[in-house]
């Protein structure tokens, strides 16, 4: 999987020469809100920024003179043969910010054949997410209620998904003040200064918004009940945020009891909590602060990651927060990572230029980890180790 050629590429995309530059595209094309939804981090940033620079603090000890021509990126999780050793995370909202966002990220995926998880707060009914891609991941959001979560996994296990991920760091709402400074509600309520953000992002507004109404209507939210819930756009309807304060272990020990496909819990940052999800159950684990995105200042997951493998070495440990280059990839591998999950970037790279700004995204951060596989010295991600091919960034005094 190669980087496409510029000559082949739409105009918009031509400057795009990493996934940090779909974010600038993205900003011009989407309304401010729209765009403040899909960028917000929890209150200062500290956890977002911490992502970051977790992956800053090591360094690589690259072997030299090892024949690199035949080397793969693809990798094996869960028995399934990837193309390259990145997915894509679950992002809430696809659809409003690209046009039928769900599917087009599926049909990306299955066509580059790397891994794809579905939002459970999304817009597009997730049996026709499950029929575009079988293969593809739906990642939910618990309900408060028992009865609630055996519904919503019941309609999961009616579809092709086999796997479900249970994403367990939202108990409660995170700050919105970032969203609210962005003019973003959910549902968004009709104003002037709404409309005006329209009107003054035309193709966003014909490309996307009016064209999901004229084609499909109203977007509503499908996904995080077994029914449907609110419209996106509302002037008086609330939406049903779930309270998920009261979900414990014991509700874990229950999907597991009812769920028979593969299950895998994201949202840890603990040795401890990964070995009691590993226990009741869970078939593999993503390290996650949700891109920070909920708690500031929570640990980075990168920093988290090798406790987490130590603790749980008999089921794949992946990683998601931060991940934005090829070299950020082979870090998390090294340190025992099964796979890397990328998020805004591609939220960005769909809403820019549709399937093909994410063949595009795929393809760079594919290209990326072969060429740095190649200066690294590693030939196939298996390869990977943290002490032949890590250390630590030294401090300068």
């Known amino acids: 999987m190669g980087n496409p050629s510029s000559v082949s590429l739409p105009r918009r995309l031509r400057g795009v020469l990493s996934l940090d530059d779909f974010e600038a595209a993205a900003r011009r094309h989407l309304p401010r809100p729209v765009f403040g939804y899909l960028r917000a981090v929890a209150e200062t940033g500290a956890a977002y920024d911490e992502n970051r620079n977790a992956y800053r603090d090591y360094v690589f000890r690259p072997a030299v003179m090892v024949d690199v021509s035949r080397r793969s990126t693809a990798m094996t999780l869960f028995g399934q043969a990837y193309a390259a050793p990145f997915g894509l995370c679950p992002l809430g909202l696809s659809a409003l910010s690209a046009y039928r966002g769900d599917l087009v990220m599926a049909q990306a995926a299955a066509e580059a054949r790397v891994p794809m998880i579905m939002s459970g707060s999304s ?3 997730l049996e026709a997410v499950a029929e575009a891609h079988p293969q593809a991941w739906f990642q939910a959001y618990l309900p408060g209620d028992r009865a609630a ?18 994403t367990v760091d939202t108990q409660v709402k995170p700050n919105s003040e970032n969203m ?14 709404l409309a005006w953000q329209g009107i003054t992002h035309p193709r966003w507004l014909f490309g996307t918004f ?7 209507g109203m977007p509503h939210f499908e996904n995080n009940y077994a029914t ?19 979900l414990n272990w014991d509700t874990l020990r229950a999907i597991r009891a009812q769920w028979r496909g593969r299950l895998v819990v994201k949202g840890v940052l603990r040795d401890d909590d990964a070995r009691q999800a590993r226990d ?7 390290v996650s602060n949700h891109g920070g995105r909920q708690l500031d200042d929570a640990i980075a997951p990168l920093r988290a990651l090798p406790e987490i493998v130590r603790a749980c070495p008999d089921i794949p440990v992946m990683i998601d927060s931060g991940v934005r280059r090829g070299t950020d990839v082979l870090k998390a591998l090294a340190l025992g990572a099964k796979c890397a999950f990328v998020g805004r970037p591609f939220g960005y790279a769909a809403a ?13 951060l594919s290209a990326e980890v072969s060429r740095d596989m ?3 010295g590693v030939t196939d991600v298996s390869q990977l180790d943290a002490v032949r091919h890590l250390a630590p960034r030294v401090a300068r005094a």
Request: hydrophobic fraction near 50%.
């Open 149 to 166: 979560i055996e519904a919503l996994i019941d309609r999961v296990a009616k579809t092709a998904f086999q796997t479900l991920v249970v």
């Open 123 to 125: 817009l597009i009914p």
């Open 210 to 216: 009016l064209r999901t109404l004229w084609r499909h």
């Open 352 to 364: 820019v230029g549709g399937m093909a700004g994410l063949r595009h995204a795929i393809g760079l």
């Open 228 to 246: 449907r819930g609110a419209p996106i756009l509302s002037p008086s309807v609330m939406r049903d945020f779930a309270e998920r304060g009261n």
């Open 180 to 193: 609210t400074r962005s003019g973003f509600s959910a549902p968004m309520r009709p104003s002037v200064s």
């Open 280 to 286: 009741l159950g869970a078939d593999g684990i993503i």
């Open 374 to 376: 190649a200066m690294l």
